[in-house]
């Protein structure tokens, strides 16, 4: 059996054509979403995901701005520019690449986001808001993950979902997204005595280690859905996930793939996530 691919860089395109579309009957109302990321410091991966964000903001007609500031900002200083774009109401979306330095408490940042204008979703209201079900901004990655599922009418509903890795990005919301959708959810994690024991009962395995190849077909049962959210740099450079993607491909009966998979859905979500805010469209 080889499975079928679940095309993120596809489907992220295709969404991307709708969300123009939105963006177009937007700015005939005189509103054009405008996304602000605030990048602290001169970290390169970050430099490289933004740029990624503001070629895909683009690509939608929607506006964007960067803005940089010195690895030496202090936490009032970073807290002080965010105060200035919760007032502005030119701009519906803020984002604040993650990692920042040392000095900066990314929890006192994240919660000084208006959750209004929280298109990443890692603010604790949107987050208790998705917990209980209600409106909210989803989290990117996993709101990602969910739409690529959906986007191959696989089941959820009754299904046995298994998530590896509990982080507050990925592993937690990304498994509270699937029991909002009927799964029966397992989470397993570092500490997790006999993992593999979990993975063969997945319907849906949800892999997000940060461990290149850490899973393969020995973990898969036949016929399971698997997601590979992880993004690794190998020594040549190149990019890989957590799952062995030629081992597992013969077990699988969908799979994404590293490159082309997750990681254009995260950002289209997060476009998804600016156009809602520019609508006005959260109970915020
Ligand atoms: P974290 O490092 O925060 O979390 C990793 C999780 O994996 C932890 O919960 C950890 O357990 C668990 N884990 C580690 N080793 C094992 C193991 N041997 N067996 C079982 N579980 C294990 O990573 P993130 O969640 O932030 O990211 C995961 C991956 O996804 C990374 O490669 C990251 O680059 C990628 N990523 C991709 C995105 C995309 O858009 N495609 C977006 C965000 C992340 P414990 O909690 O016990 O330590």
Redesign the pocket.
């Known amino acids: 059996m080889s499975a079928e691919v679940i095309n993120g860089k596809e489907l992220a395109h295709e969404l991307r054509m709708e969300m123009k579309e939105q963006v177009s009957q937007l700015k005939q109302s005189g509103i054009t979403p405008h996304l602000t990321v605030i990048l602290v410091g001169d970290n390169p991966a970050s430099r490289s995901y933004i740029r990624g964000k503001e070629k895909a903001a683009a690509e939608t007609g929607m506006s964007s701005d960067v803005i940089e500031l010195p690895a030496s900002t202090t936490e009032d200083a970073l807290l002080q520019e965010i105060t200035k774009l919760n007032e502005d109401a030119s701009v519906h979306g803020i984002l604040v690449q993650l990692p920042l330095p040392d000095q900066i408490s990314e929890k006192q940042i994240i919660e000084a986001i208006s959750p209004a204008k929280d298109v990443d979703g890692f603010h604790p209201i949107n987050i208790g808001r998705m917990m209980t079900g209600d409106d909210a901004f989803l989290s990117?990655?996993p709101y990602?993950i969910v739409t690529m599922i959906k986007s191959k009418a696989i089941p959820i509903a009754g299904k046995h979902a298994v998530i590896?890795?509990?982080?507050n990005?990925?592993?937690k919301p990304v498994g509270q997204l699937l029991l909002n959708e009927n799964a029966t959810v397992t989470y397993?994690?570092?500490?997790?005595e006999n993992?593999k024991e979990f993975t063969k009962q997945a319907d849906i395995l949800v892999v997000?280690?940060?461990?290149a190849h850490?899973i393969n077909q020995d973990y898969i049962k036949e016929g399971a859905t698997v997601i590979d959210?992880?993004?690794?740099r190998q020594a040549d450079g190149k990019l890989t996930g957590?799952v062995d993607f030629e081992s597992a491909q013969e077990k699988a009966a969908y799979i994404t793939p590293?490159p082309k998979?997750?990681?254009p859905?995260?950002?289209t979500m997060l476009l998804k996530n600016t156009i809602k805010a520019a609508k006005g469209l959260s109970s915020h």
Not at 229 to 232: A, D, H, L, Q
């Open positions: 990117c990655t990602g590896i890795g509990r982080s990005i990925v592993g397993c994690h570092s500490k997790t993992l997000a280690v940060g461990k850490a959210v992880g993004i690794n957590d590293v998979g997750v990681g859905m995260t950002i």
